[in-house]
């Protein structure tokens, strides 16, 4: 049963990498749609080193039916072949049938025109995206395919549980150290040091309480909406890395086994992160 988690995180991450091979930012790039050549103004182009296209182009291209810009928020929204898609301005995250695909990248307005990653973007069709080096160029191949929503993707009781965590752990940290905490209960899930599910992976007291909220009780709180997003995010199989299983907050920490027995990985705002 571990080893099927791990084969499909790990593949659910490949899935949400998103950056292209190294190269001049800002460089315009061609990208095609079965053969056809997304040209519209503003045009297709690399922003760092990841492609980025005009969501509404795109979509046009896709069979877009309905598309609307909420100005205030600055969001777009797009009802194609049955699939809503939303992005907004400064997010890096696109959301594909209420699924949260983080990419870590920040949607972007160029010339009033909204430009997204391509990756996540194809990943609402099922299509497969193509990066050829050796002229800057992409090819999508529409595989005619629609995302499953997220109303049947996520299980309701991993969503609420996971996200009742990151809430009771991480409510006031950024969203990546949000997603990290995600990330650590979800290794452990896939490891075979712990339990094989996230109910009890939280509630694990095999060599004592493993969260500090199962015993302050501050786990059955109710999660606000970012932490909700974290936890969806952290189903799609996004990962900061997946060799973190511990986490700890050392300023106010009473008990320091982690820092004096596991290794160190990264810091996020309050929290260490440890293999």
């Known amino acids: 049963m571990k080893k099927i988690i791990s084969t499909v995180l790990a593949a659910m991450l490949l899935l949400t990498v998103f950056a292209m091979?190294?190269?001049?930012?800002?460089?315009?790039v061609e990208v095609r749609i079965d053969g056809e050549r997304l040209n519209f103004s503003p045009t297709t182009r690399l922003i760092g080193d990841t492609t980025y296209v005009p969501i509404y182009k795109f979509c046009t291209m896709m069979g877009v039916t309905e598309k609307s810009f909420d100005d205030a928020t600055k969001t777009a929204t797009i009802k194609c072949r049955g699939i809503e898609i939303v992005a907004q301005k400064g997010e890096k995250y696109v959301i594909l049938n209420g699924?949260?695909?983080?990419?870590?990248?920040?949607?972007v307005i160029i010339d009033s025109t909204m430009f997204v990653p391509v990756r996540p973007l194809a990943r609402a069709f099922g299509a497969e995206v193509i990066w050829h080096a050796e002229d800057y160029s992409v090819d999508v191949y529409d595989n005619g395919?629609?995302?499953?929503?997220?109303?049947?993707?996520?299980?309701?009781?991993?969503?609420?549980?996971l996200a009742r965590i990151i809430y009771a752990e991480s409510n006031t940290e950024p969203l990546e150290g949000k997603i990290a905490v995600g990330n650590v209960v979800l290794n452990r899930v896939a490891s075979d040091e712990f339990p094989n599910n996230i109910h009890d992976v939280i509630f694990d007291k095999k060599y004592g309480t493993q969260f500090t909220p199962v015993d302050n009780g501050t786990i059955y709180n109710d999660p606000n909406e970012e932490c909700i997003m974290a936890a969806k995010i952290c189903l799609e199989g996004y990962t900061l890395s997946n060799e973190i299983i511990y986490?700890?907050?050392?300023?106010?920490?009473?008990?320091?086994?982690?820092?004096?027995?596991?290794?160190?990985?990264?810091?996020?705002?309050?929290?260490?992160?440890?293999?």
């Open 21 to 28: 091979p190294s190269i001049a930012a800002d460089r315009l």
């Open 99 to 107: 699924r949260y695909i983080y990419t870590g990248l920040e949607n």
């Open 145 to 161: 395919e629609m995302i499953e929503s997220g109303e049947t993707f996520y299980n309701a009781d991993d969503l609420l549980w």
């Open 247 to 275: 986490f700890i907050d050392a300023v106010h920490a009473s008990n320091m086994w982690v820092v004096n027995n596991r290794e160190f990985e990264f810091k996020i705002n309050n929290h260490d992160f440890y293999r």
